[in-house]
């Protein structure tokens, strides 16, 4: 236990000098200060005498070869698309007619006093009418909703009631009826009636590759005849031209002016690569320096990257073109197959539309 005169004596020296240090903090600064010196020391030994450098050792082989140079190219998948709705399956046509026919029979009998007063010409005509087809429909056949053979609502094997040319003669025949009862001998009078026109056009018929108004029901794509075959439209890029300028110029390089066409985005939908079984001789229209583009440059490949397009209106005219093009078609997926090359038709053929 400390005596009273040494606590006494030790307060008094903490009330003349607060800012007294332990003997601990002194050490510990001290320390610190000659860490500090000798980090700078060294610093400075390092600037004026800097430490050798290990190298590694320079290899005796030669340098490999620069990667093979190819020519980069725009192409454009230029299509038509449907314009008709695809032709029904068998199996959905007698689908369709009996929902008709069941809902028939599940709905309300027709009122046809809300629509035709009494004993009117238009009444008249309707019980004539619904005599010989004996239901409000007029494109499901000679069936009978409340009758007896009600239930029998579902088509016999070789029965042509679902195949839509019949429905339309059946409504183009019920349009042009006018109910009247005639004298044996005598001729209906009918009323001029537009009948509607036929899912098989002229350029159908004759098998005309070159029209747009052939294969309604599918996606058609123009596909082009140069030197090097059947392709689609592409060329090589000009300067900064980036993907979707190249292929708007192609398109009029290509087509002409006179195809009112849309570009699809901004990104190549397929990429085509071709490797040249030798080295060829070409232009290097990419340089930004026009001048120095018709140096002369050696190609090993050429890679051409499609966009897609839409055609909304017009037609292809490829006379005076600025590709060397010989020939145009617009096919369907699976001509386009039989007239471009295998592997060119590999690498492309996810890219069109199956429909």
Known sequence: MASPVNSVRHAANRSLNPFKVCRSCIIANRRRRASTAAATA?????????????????????????????????????????ILTRDLHPFEKAYFLYQRRLNERLSLPFTRYFYYEKNTPGDLEWKRKIKERLTPSREIGKYGAYGREGWNDELLVGDQTSEPEVQQEALVRDAESTGEIV????????RPVDRPLSRTTEADQKNDTKSLDRALQRTLFLLVKGPWGWRFP??????????????????????????????????????????????????????????????????????????KARIMAGQAKIENNALGLEDFQWLTKEEVEKQVQRQYWKEVQHALADR
């Open 183 to 190: 004298a044996e001998g005598e001729a209906e009078t009918k």
């Open 234 to 307: 592409f060329s090589g890029l000009i300067g900064k031209e980036d993907l979707k300028r190249a292929a708007e110029r192609i398109i009029v390089q290509a087509g002409g002016v006179n195809m009112n066409t849309w570009i699809v985005g901004n990104a190549p939908v397929v990429h085509h690569k071709l490797v040249y079984p030798q080295p060829r001789k070409g232009e290097d229209t990419r340089n930004p320096n026009p001048t120095q583009r018709n140096q002369e440059v050696t190609w090993f490949g050429e890679k051409t990257f499609l966009m």
């Open 42 to 82: 060294n610093a400075e030994s390092d600037i004026i005498n800097p430490p050798l450098q290990h190298l590694p050792p320079l290899d005796s082989t030669p340098s490999p070869s620069p990667a093979p140079s190819y020519q980069i190219n725009a192409g454009v998948i230029l299509s038509r698309p449907p």
